[in-house]
């Protein structure tokens, strides 16, 4: 962990497309930390700079300035090889459309960031890929390929290969966002238990207040700043809190419901 106790830690980080008078500001000076074992949900406007926040966090893209360090090591000044190793190590990722590959079996999918980090076959390998399936109740399923998986057990699957590493910070871009409620609730469950349960430091970012409940505490985001923030609170009056919150950003979002 950091010398500041933070699992990772973004400090006047800027993000910047294009020059000149073209230019548009993504990030404009971001001061982040996530505490080990926290669950953060990030909220904005489209066009606020949410998903660039989580590219830079997780190393998939470079800020223009200021820094990210994971664990304490800065990301910046590592050379392509060495961050991508550090990816596959130590930051799990969840996307809304769940990048399972169509041809690998479920427990192939949950196996290949130890195989990218060099793993070999094997029993132990396997043993592994059991135990996260497990985890997330699929282990039933782990000959099926996605296609044979329902959009929640897909989704399962991919949250499954995102903690099979054990890393310091899981990142998830909108994990929900094509789920139906009730599936989502259980994926959030799996997530909300990855931070209580194994120590996970989860990023995640959301348009929806409901999901974002789920979270220990909410950024906002605006025009590439957090502008506002919430250490969210517990009970139904999390979800209408939240919801407020968006509506004064002018993001508006689908009336808030009872989590």
Do not use: Y
């Amino acid at each position: 962990m950091g010398a500041d106790g933070a699992a990772l830690t973004m400090t006047r980080v800027t993000r910047q497309h294009g020059r000149g008078a073209s230019a548009v500001h993504a990030l404009r000076g971001i001061d982040v930390a996530l505490r080990r074992g926290t669950f953060t949900a990030v909220m904005g406007p489209s066009g606020s700079g949410k998903s660039t926040l989580l590219q830079c966090a997780a190393g998939l893209d470079r800020p223009t300035s200021g820094s990210v360090a994971l664990d304490g090591r800065e990301l910046a000044r590592m050379g392509e090889r060495r961050l991508t190793r550090l990816r596959r190590t130590r930051v799990g990722f969840v996307f809304q459309s769940f990048n399972l590959l169509p041809t690998l079996t479920a427990e192939q999918n949950v196996m290949l960031p130890l195989r990218l980090a060099g793993a070999r076959r094997g029993r132990e390998l396997r043993a592994r890929a059991h135990a996260a399936l497990d985890r997330v109740g699929l282990a039933d399923r782990a000959a099926s390929r996605p296609s044979q998986l329902s959009g929640g057990q897909q989704q399962r699957v991919a949250l499954a290969r995102a903690l099979i590493t054990e890393p310091e910070v899981v990142c998830a871009d909108e994990p929900t966002g094509a789920l139906d409620p009730a599936t989502a609730a259980g994926v959030l469950a799996l997530l909300r238990g990855a931070v209580t349960e194994l120590g996970a430091t989860l990023l995640m970012v959301t348009h929806d207040p409901v999901a974002a409940a789920w979270a220990d505490r909410v950024l906002f985001l605006e025009d590439g700043l957090v502008t506002d923030e919430l250490t969210v609170p517990h009970g139904a009056d999390a979800v209408e809190e939240i919801a407020g919150r968006m509506r004064r950003l002018g993001g508006a979002t689908a009336p808030a419901v009872a989590a």
